[in-house]
């Protein structure tokens, strides 16, 4: 099975940056689409960005221009570059990794974006 943990959330004020990362372990990363997720307090979880195992990318309109998804296969890693954060962007992100008959979730990581 995939274990999947994300790091590098934390504090930062609006208009700075942070980078998360979440490493795997197992089989089938190269080949698995890896996505982010976040979840605010009351609302729904929704897809902030998305990269396929041949390195296309998507992203929500939300983060168009301030994120960044990238994949680094032989340390199994995916991460999100954020940039110009803002207070909206306060949640708990988690990273997810699919393909065929199977998709895995890791723990989560809290990114707070406040003065």
């Known amino acids: 099975q995939v274990q999947l943990v994300e790091s590098g959330g934390g504090l930062v004020q609006p208009g700075g940056s942070l980078r998360l990362s979440c490493a795997a372990s197992?089989?089938?990363?190269?080949?698995?689409?890896m996505s982010w997720y976040r979840q605010a307090p009351g609302k729904q979880r929704e897809l902030v960005a998305r990269?396929?195992?041949?390195?296309?990318?998507n992203y929500a309109d939300s983060v168009k221009g301030r994120f960044t998804i990238s994949r680094d296969n032989a340390k199994n890693s995916v991460y999100l570059q954020m940039n110009s954060l803002k207070p909206e962007d306060t949640a708990v992100y988690y990273c997810?990794?699919?393909?065929?008959?199977?998709?895995?979730w890791g723990q989560g990581t809290q990114v707070t974006v406040s003065s």
């Open positions: 997810n990794s699919q393909r065929v008959g199977r998709s895995s």
């Open positions: 197992g089989s089938g990363f190269s080949i698995s689409t």
């Open positions: 990269i396929t195992s041949g390195g296309s990318t």
